[in-house]
């Protein structure tokens, strides 16, 4: 069974700084999809990046970048210019590849604060 | 389009007592998803459909849980009766299949339940 690993439970970073969120993963499948979702306190579930791991290229989105190592099953998140708005939990996910019902799951990781610093 | 809608928002109930959540997924989309989030688990799959179908309830705890979807817009999940290990956010998601690759999962609000 797939699981994902988030090591850190919280983690700090000031105002337009730059932070990096870990994240592993495991699994015997070489199709399958990543994810990082935000939970600000509003509780709203925000998917904030994601990557296909037969991409070699690594996923930006503004602020927001992965650098995605599949032969270590490591996909990590880096903010840069971090903002006070960017405080809130993330959660690292993995969804199989296969075309089957039974891959539309998605694992979670258990998550980590950020807190951002004036 | 309004997103994925959840009623209600918060619900605090007396152990033993029936709760009903309820879930309107974004218009169009094929799959439904309810997932559970406490401190001590995290963000579990309960049950999820697929065109008004369930495909796997494998993560429901126990009879006490039970989902239905009658239509395209609207499912529930009803704890009959509830205890206060059942306290938690419970989320609902939808997504479209072949909308992208990634077949993102959008998010619900949440519904907070607290069983006293």
């Known amino acids: 069974a797939q699981t994902v690993t988030q090591s850190q439970p919280e983690m700090s970073v000031q105002e337009a700084e730059t932070v990096t969120l870990s994240c592993t993963y495991d699994?015997?499948?070489?199709?399958?999809?990543l994810f990082w979702y935000k939970q600000p306190p509003s509780r709203q579930m925000i998917l904030v990046i994601r990557q296909e791991a037969y991409k070699q290229q690594n996923a930006t989105e503004n602020r927001f970048s992965v650098n995605f190592q599949k032969a270590a099953k490591s996909f990590s998140l880096k903010i840069s210019d971090s903002q006070l708005g960017d405080a809130a939990m993330y959660f690292c996910?993995?969804?199989?590849?296969?075309?089957?019902?039974?891959?539309?799951?998605?694992?979670f990781g258990t998550g980590t604060r950020l807190q951002v610093f004036p | 389009d309004a997103g994925v809608i959840q009623s209600p928002r918060h619900e605090v109930t007396e152990m033993g007592q029936e709760v009903t959540l309820r879930c309107k997924p974004i218009s169009g989309h094929d799959y439904l998803f309810w997932y559970r989030q406490t401190m001590m688990r995290g963000l579990e799959l309960l049950i999820y459909?697929?065109?008004?179908?369930?495909?796997?309830d494998s993560g429901m705890p126990e009879d006490r849980f039970s989902a239905k979807m009658p239509n395209a817009s609207f499912s529930t999940l009803k704890i009959q009766p509830s205890e206060p290990r059942d306290s938690a956010v419970y989320f609902c998601?939808?997504?479209?299949?072949?909308?992208?690759?990634?077949?993102?999962?959008?998010f619900g609000p949440g519904t907070r339940l607290t069983v006293l």
């Open positions: 996910a993995y969804r199989s590849e296969g075309g089957t019902y039974n891959t539309d799951k998605l694992i």
């Open positions: 699994t015997s499948e070489s199709d399958y999809y």
């Open positions: 459909f697929n065109n008004n179908v369930p495909i796997d």
């Open positions: 998601a939808s997504s479209f299949w072949g909308a992208t690759s990634y077949n993102e999962q959008f």
